[in-house]
């Protein structure tokens, strides 16, 4: 069964540094999410990008953060300058359709930790 | 309550009973998603039930939705070990939003 994947699965990185998560979506979805999860809270959505642009961001998702679909099947979240509150558990997700008019299938997640 | 919160917070049952998980929900939705999510892993999504539904089945699950109410339930019958994890229902905060949004979730624990 297709499963949207994520690299690296764990990720340090120092305060100020810029880090690339990667996610692979399922091949045939149209609409890719990030979401992230800091420990022991809700996971709260970020953005979601079809068609090459941004379609929706949460205030979370500030100049720091973008992303990118470098080609045809790679799903970036960039983050510029990262800040010790950055730590999290990112996940990528991707759905066919948008939103809740279909699943959305997330990813294993990748564990961010800023020193 | 805020969109899409569960009850009750924990769950604690032994292996073969049932256990059921609420959910309840502020705005109109085109459907409603349960997902679960094992400790520091990611979320596997369950089951999506769309509005026009009332009732839906997969394996040992079953999922409710009662639309007056703004409300949905998640059964789990014969719970096993492996089924101990935290379980989300997902809901849009406004009628044809993209984004999901989570409550804090059940956290289920199977006891052997």
């Known amino acids: 069964e297709p499963e949207v994947t994520q690299t690296p699965s764990h990720q340090v990185t120092q305060m100020g540094q810029e880090v690339i998560l990667r996610c692979v979506p399922i091949?045939?979805?149209?609409?890719f999410y990030w979401y992230r999860q800091i420990l022991g809270q809700k996971v709260e959505f970020l953005v979601s990008?079809?068609?090459?642009?941004?379609?929706?961001k949460s205030e979370i998702f500030d100049d720091q953060f973008s992303v990118e679909r470098p080609d045809g099947s790679n799903f970036t979240l960039k983050i510029r300058s990262t800040k010790l509150e950055d730590s999290a558990m990112y996940f990528c997700?991707?759905?066919?359709?948008?939103?809740?008019?279909?699943?959305?299938?997330f990813g294993p997640g990748t564990r961010l930790t800023v020193l | 309550s805020q969109q899409g919160e569960e009850d009750p917070q924990a769950l604690s049952i032994q292996e073969g009973e049932n256990a059921t998980m609420n959910c309840s929900y502020k705005t109109s939705i085109n459907n409603l998603q349960w997902y679960r999510q094992n400790s520091g892993r990611g979320l596997v999504h369950l089951i999506l039930i769309r509005s026009n539904e009332r009732e839906k089945h997969s394996g040992r699950l079953r999922v409710t939705l009662d639309t007056s109410k703004k409300s949905s339930s998640l059964l789990i019958t014969a719970s096993r070990a492996a089924d101990t994890a935290s379980y989300f229902c997902a809901t849009p905060p406004i009628q044809g939003a993209q984004k999901l949004v989570f409550g804090q979730g059940t956290r289920l624990t199977i006891n052997p």
């Open positions: 091949s045939n979805h149209l609409y």
């Open positions: 990008f079809y068609n090459n642009e941004i379609s929706e």
């Open positions: 997700a991707s759905s066919v359709l948008a939103g809740l008019t279909d699943t959305q299938y």
